[in-house]
């Protein structure tokens, strides 16, 4: 099974971690390493993960661990409408928003 991987140290999320996970879904460029090891230095207790793309991350198995927030790039909206349901069952626990 494939695992999400650390936006920040680019290792795999340990799936066993009682950690909270951010998951950010986007380029690279857009969610970059600084404002990961902002967002994990502030929020103790918080893991930060990417996927490049909602299709990564649907079309791959994947373990989430704790994901409790998602947010995801405003320029994937369309790949989102059309795979909403897909994401909800894989997340049905976690909030998800779109960031802009």
Known sequence: MHTIISADTGQAVDSSSHQAVLLLIGPSFKFCRSLVRSVENEIEGLRVAHAESLDTLLDVPTVLPLVRLVLIDWQLA???????????????????????
Not at 78 to 100: F, G, K, N, W
């Open 78 to 100: 369309e790949q989102v409408t059309h795979r909403s349901d897909e994401l909800r069952t894989l997340l049905p626990h976690a909030i998800v928003a779109m960031s802009y």
